[in-house]
């Protein structure tokens, strides 16, 4: 059997087919040019898209690689070193806390560099259920409703609908975005079970977009102990927009 005729090949054919022809390119049209059932390509395209794989365009009507994509293919093969490691080792090592460093790209959450030895709870999460991390409250406070002058409204969308899938109210969205911006961080914290305490603070371009967050999880639900970091954080955030600005904020 050829690789196109397997689920997986198939999956990758999509996925090229899409990084080829660009988002012009319809699903009827994707199954004409890869010879697929016109039921078969719609089924897969739907599940890409679910998995966040692919991304409907919003104005065309075709789709174009997702943040899935992009983060498998700085695993793989990244186009420039990892963003001045040294400073998050350093951080790492002088709280004994958990530090990691995200990438808000169209309006999700792309992980640049986790902490290896305490990884996140759950990356899922993170991305889906946004109030329930300091990153993912950060994001929210980035895109709070009303923002119908934004130059980035599919992000504005993009995490709107997130935040209404997840059960959060817009006078809930506001609130957070609020408290975010009177401290210019995030601060949260796991229920009893999970025990840890989540801050984050935010990483802005030169013309003070938010464009990522640095965070520290603690080992305890301890709010105060994560407060705590927040001048190291600060200190260690601005290096790193200052070094490496390019490699942190690349779309």
């Known amino acids: 059997m050829s690789a196109l005729g397997t689920g997986v090949g198939q999956a990758l054919a999509v996925l090229e087919e899409v990084a080829r022809s660009g988002p012009t390119l319809s699903a009827n049209g994707i199954a004409r040019a890869l010879g697929m059932p016109r039921t078969s390509a719609y089924r897969l395209i739907n599940s890409l898209v679910s998995e966040e794989y692919l ?7 075709g789709f174009v690689l997702g943040v899935r994509v992009v983060e498998l293919a700085h695993l793989v093969a990244p186009t420039r ?17 958990a530090v990691h460093l995200v990438r808000y790209q169209r309006g999700r959450v792309v992980i640049v560099d986790e902490d290896p030895r305490q990884p996140l709870v759950s990356i899922e999460r993170t991305r889906r259920q946004l109030a329930s991390t300091a990153i993912g409250r950060l994001l929210l406070a980035g895109f709070a409703p ?26 809930e969205h506001r609130r957070i975005a609020a408290e975010c911006a009177e401290n210019d961080f ?20 030169a013309d003070g977009r938010l464009r990522g967050a640095l965070a520290l999880a603690t080992a305890t639900g301890d709010l105060a102990l994560a407060r705590a970091h927040v001048g190291r954080l600060r200190t260690a955030a601005d290096v790193l927009v200052r070094e490496a600005e390019v490699a942190l904020f690349e779309a």
């Open 186 to 205: 995030a601060l949260h914290a796991e229920p009893a079970d999970h025990r840890r305490a989540c801050v984050a603070v935010p990483l802005r371009s």
């Open 55 to 61: 991304l409907r365009h919003p104005d065309l009507d």
């Open 146 to 171: 009303p923002l119908g002058d934004h130059e980035d409204q599919d992000a504005v969308a993009e995490v709107i609908a997130s935040a209404r899938s997840s059960g959060i109210t817009a006078s």
């Open 81 to 97: 070193p990892a963003p001045t490691p040294d400073v998050l080792g350093a951080l790492r090592a002088e709280t004994g806390e």
